[in-house]
């Protein structure tokens, strides 16, 4: 658990919804996020439930497919940065999915290999599972003192392959009664520990921390909660409080929803009275390893000053007859 100061430079979301954090923040926002089309039946004809990027072709092979969202994350970010000084001593590292046929680590490999000639980028070591983005997160301040200009965490995951839609359909445990459709999404975030040069800001992260809790998805053992309630009363302690909005997997399954509940009513003083609990994957589809990186863009709003609005003209009545 650690206390930040890291300057979000650049944000980047691909999924079934949108290409942008913009869009994907006014789509939501608009209830039309969800309308998205499949691809994929069962063996009756019958649609599964399971949503796909439309600008990627479904039936590309897998390496293929991850390698254009990753590029579309990445472009997203890189684009506006071609003149920053710091461009090319940035830093990659890759988020993924627990390693099984067909997501191997070979085929990861392919894939940074891919993004880093085409986007001119040096990966460092690879993580496994949503929630080492907040480790990694943690760790971006030694990066920095080794001379790395920021810190690039993409975060990639999938079910639009047969192979996968097939292991991803089973349910994993009894705490999953009605998760959100299967879906896919390439997240990307990057931090910096100054704004000098930059284009545009997108915020501050002040906190990351994992901790491991007691129930999972393999036991019954009960959620209590613990794990969460220290992690928010340790970020409570440096954070700028009262917190807005909350992003997490709450409705998911019962076990997570449960174990944050817990931990917001024992620092009910740290959250604002009128936000509001939103679930990135009820949103977007289960994304899995992206679903960490996915959340903040659901309201993305660059920092940049914009221009001042001219002044309204007003126009007086007279006395109604």
């Known amino acids: 658990m650690s206390h930040l100061d890291l300057t979000v430079a650049g944000l980047g979301l691909v999924s079934p919804v949108a290409t942008t954090p913009r869009a994907h923040a006014f789509l939501i926002r608009a209830e039309a996020a969800m ?17 796909h990027c439309p600008l990627v072709d479904p ?5 293929e497919r991850l390698s254009e969202l990753g590029d579309l994350a990445l472009t997203s970010i890189l684009a506006p940065l071609d003149a920053w000084p710091g461009r ?8 993924v999915p627990e390693l ?21 980028l040096r990966f ?77 800001t997108f915020g501050k992260i002040r906190y990351a921390g994992v901790a491991m809790g007691v129930g999972s998805d393999r036991d019954d053992d009960p959620s209590d909660g613990r794990a969460m309630t220290a992690l928010l009363r340790h970020a409570a302690t440096t954070s700028p409080l009262p917190w807005g909005n909350s992003y997490g997997p709450f409705t998911v399954d019962s076990l997570r929803r449960k174990s944050f509940h817990a ?17 990135v994957e009820h949103a977007i589809g289960r994304v899995g390893a992206a679903s960490a990186l996915a959340a903040p863009r659901l309201r993305a709003r660059p920092s940049a000053p914009r221009p001042p609005r001219p002044p309204r003209r007003h126009r007086h009545l007279g006395p109604l007859p």
């Open 88 to 95: 090319r001593s940035i830093i990659a590292q890759l988020v």
């Open 35 to 51: 309308h998205a089309g499949r691809a994929f039946v069962d063996g009756s004809g019958e649609p599964l439930e399971v949503l």
């Open 59 to 63: 039936q590309r092979p897998l390496a």
């Open 100 to 120: 099984e046929p067909p997501l191997d680590g070979d085929l990861f490999a392919r894939c940074e290999a891919s993004w880093a000639e085409r986007h001119q």
């Open 263 to 279: 931990g917001l009513v024992r620092n009910r003083h740290a959250f604002a009275l009128d936000g509001e609990q939103i679930c």
């Open 124 to 200: 460092g070591a690879r993580s496994v599972g949503a929630a080492s983005v907040y480790q990694a997160l943690a760790a971006a301040p030694e990066a920095f003192q080794r001379g790395v200009s920021g810190l690039l965490l993409l975060a990639l995951d999938t079910a639009a392959h047969p192979a996968i839609l097939e292991q991803r359909l089973r349910p994993v445990s009894r705490w999953m009664q009605a998760p959100p459709r299967l879906s896919e999404a390439a997240a990307a975030l990057l931090v910096v520990p100054r704004a000098d040069g930059l284009p545009t």
